[in-house]
């Protein structure tokens, strides 16, 4: 289906060739919505145009505006305010569209072909040492959304996760529990097992703390001398590297209290409603990438130093020398995303790789795309970082090992409960099964659409009561256009979407279906720019529009049952778009609110 767009370019295309005997490409002639002020639906600037056409703003701009009047059928009339070209929509050409929209059950949407790309999207990415908390919410989401994005552009998407499930951090949670668990385990705490092992990681933290404060008090020396005789911390790099060495104990206790963070995860994603197509675990990634490594130095990509420590010199590239297996051999984060590329790329023909992380790795992603490339990875050096801002609270930063973070269970909680709270009126009556099915859309509706409605690269401010609001630039009031919609077609006698009704749209009817229009073009542009904002704020932009409609004009009390089952097309297709849009960011949309 042509948009009224791209139909207009073409027009504006052939005005110059025909009147001027010139070629423009049509893509170059981008009309835009005409401002509310001046009549019109969409305006061409001519000022492009002049040295082509020999003559002033006015004139060149009325000849296109009579060339188009003429010859295309879309083009009702025109008016000209000095170089800008003002074009008014034929009703019919609206009424048309509308009756292709609604005839198209995939609209917005596209199907992969074998011919697709295939772009794999890495995000979450947790430690093994704590419970998600709000940051990883944030990452999760945008992940999610934009495999969605994807996916509606047509690429053929694989959704991955890298867990983080070996290093110094996770011996610290290990180190605790053996010095003051007591055995304890998620069952007789009654804690999900990230949170327990949460608990151990911040109690490492506390010990460490009062040991070290303890040294320095002893012994006059500096925090950073006294952290060097700690001995909870040598215990721990102890502990690292009898697991690097297949110490049964170790690798025991590993597996065990792994097993019940795992649980514990997979329960968050599911309240989330995020998946993954593939797993990987850095404990069997950062072998391959340590052989990658020391591969690399016979091909003289990578350096080993007196001390054994191994580097890569990437001055010629404008960055510094890099570290990749320290003294004692044990790898850095370099080297296991080194290792996790080879076997991805091992298990997928990936033609597109985007690492869904926070703007504090942007340095880590230049280095590790260099080296991608120089190891051989064909899309190592077009691999995209999708590099994020962090989330901030009213109360400032969130600190894990300080035990400090807000935790993305009890954030979930919190939201569902909220939502139950603040719509008690409007689930007033229904079975408690329904309302309580309707907070939780509602809850995680709004805590996603707030974060996910703001540009990806900005740091935000993450504020729960603004997010759970039914009015304004939120979740829940689009979500609740969409149950106001699906109430006045339960309501309605007679209404097929299939029939297509026959009656000229006025003004607002037009302008609503030119914004239902605009969906395939911002999903195209959200799968460009990455930017799951992109949708957001037009699903806010469409259900602000329908309000506006809704509250002009009268749709089940009107008589005219022409106009009547027009509006009721328009309104159902309106609520198709808004639940395809909301599709993409993860939100579900209640029948009733």
């Known amino acids: 289906m042509e948009s009224i767009e791209s139909i207009i370019s073409a027009g504006v295309a052939s005005a110059i060739k025909e009147l001027y005997g010139a070629d423009i490409e049509v893509a170059?002639?981008?009309?835009?919505?005409?401002?509310?002020?001046?009549?019109?639906?969409?305006?061409?600037?001519?000022?492009?145009?002049?040295k082509i056409s020999k003559k002033n703003p006015e004139a060149t701009a009325c000849?296109?505006?009579?060339?188009?009047?003429?010859?295309?059928?879309?083009?009702?009339?025109f008016n000209v305010v000095k170089g800008f070209l003002n074009l008014s929509i034929s009703p019919k050409f609206w009424q048309s569209l509308l009756h292709s929209i609604a005839d198209d059950n995939t609209f917005g949407f596209k199907e992969a072909t074998p011919e697709s790309e295939l772009v794999m999207v890495e995000y979450s990415s947790p430690n093994t040492n704590k419970p998600l908390h709000l940051g990883h919410v944030r990452n999760n989401l945008l992940g999610y959304s934009l495999s969605q994005i994807l996916k509606a552009n047509g690429n053929k998407v694989v959704k991955t996760n890298i867990v983080n499930d070996r290093g110094i951090h996770i011996c610290k949670s290990m180190l605790a529990w053996q010095k003051w668990g007591n055995g304890v385990t998620p069952e007789t705490s009654g804690k999900k097992g990230d949170h327990l092992i949460g608990d151990f990681y911040v109690a490492f933290d506390k010990h460490l703390k009062e040991e070290v404060r303890s040294i320095m008090e002893n012994e006059n020396i500096s925090e950073d001398e006294a952290k060097k005789k700690s001995g909870l911390m040598a215990e721990a790099q102890e502990m690292l590297r009898k697991w690097e060495a297949g110490d049964k104990e170790v690798r025991d206790l590993w597996n065990m209290m792994n097993s019940w963070v795992y649980a514990g995860f997979d329960e968050t994603y599911k309240r989330l409603g995020v998946d993954f197509d593939k797993i990987y675990y850095e404990s069997d990634t950062y072998l391959e990438g340590k052989d990658l490594v020391l591969g690399g130095i016979e091909k003289g990509i990578m350096y080993r130093k007196d001390d054994g420590s191994v580097w890569a010199d990437l001055t010629a590239d404008g960055l510094d020398h890099k570290l990749l297996l320290r003294t004692d051999g044990t790898s850095v984060y370099m080297t296991q995303d080194i290792g996790t590329a080879k076997l991805r790329y091992q298990d997928?023909?990936?033609?597109?790789?985007?690492?869904?992380?926070?703007?504090?790795?942007?340095?880590?992603?230049?280095?590790?795309?260099l080296l991608l490339d120089k190891l051989g990875f064909k899309w190592g050096k077009d691999l995209t970082h999708f590099s994020y801002g962090m989330v901030e609270l009213p109360e400032g930063k969130m600190k894990s090992r300080e035990g400090t973070v807000v935790d993305a269970d009890d954030l979930i909680d919190t939201m569902i409960a909220s939502a139950a709270e603040m719509g008690a009126e409007r689930f007033a009556g229904m079975p408690e099964g329904e309302s309580r099915e309707i907070a939780r859309m509602v809850g995680l509706g709004a805590l996603k659409y707030f974060l996910l409605k703001v540009d990806p690269r900005k740091n935000m401010l993450f504020n729960p009561k603004e997010?759970?609001?039914?009015?304004?630039?939120?979740?829940?009031?689009?979500?609740?256009?969409?149950?106001?919609?699906?109430?006045?077609?339960?309501?309605?006698?007679?209404?097929?979407?299939t029939v297509m009704p026959h009656?000229?749209?006025?003004?607002?009817?037009?302008?609503?279906?030119?914004?239902?229009?605009?969906?395939?073009?911002?999903?195209?542009?959200?799968?460009?720019?990455?930017?799951?904002?992109?949708?957001?704020n037009y699903a806010y932009d469409l259900a602000k529009e329908y309000n506006q409609f809704y509250h002009d004009y009268s749709i089940l009390r009107e008589e005219d049952v022409n106009k009547k089952m027009f509006r009721l097309l328009l309104s159902y297709v309106v609520g198709r778009t808004l639940k395809g849009a909301m599709s993409l960011l993860g939100i579900e949309m209640p029948d009733r609110m």
């Open 28 to 50: 170059a002639v981008n009309p835009s919505a005409t401002k509310k002020e001046f009549e019109g639906d969409l305006t061409v600037v001519v000022f492009p145009y002049l």
């Open 63 to 77: 000849e296109i505006g009579k060339y188009l009047e003429k010859n295309v059928e879309a083009v009702e009339k």
């Open 467 to 497: 997010s759970i609001d039914f009015n304004g630039n939120t979740g829940p009031f689009i979500q609740y256009t969409y149950a106001r919609i699906q109430s006045v077609i339960r309501k309605a006698e007679g209404f097929d979407s």
């Open 348 to 369: 997928y023909p990936i033609d597109k790789m985007i690492y869904v992380v926070g703007n504090e790795q942007n340095y880590h992603f230049q280095v590790l795309s």
């Open 503 to 536: 009656s000229e749209p006025n003004a607002k009817e037009s302008a609503l279906i030119q914004k239902v229009a605009d969906f395939p073009g911002v999903v195209e542009e959200a799968g460009k720019t990455y930017s799951p904002a992109l949708i957001a």
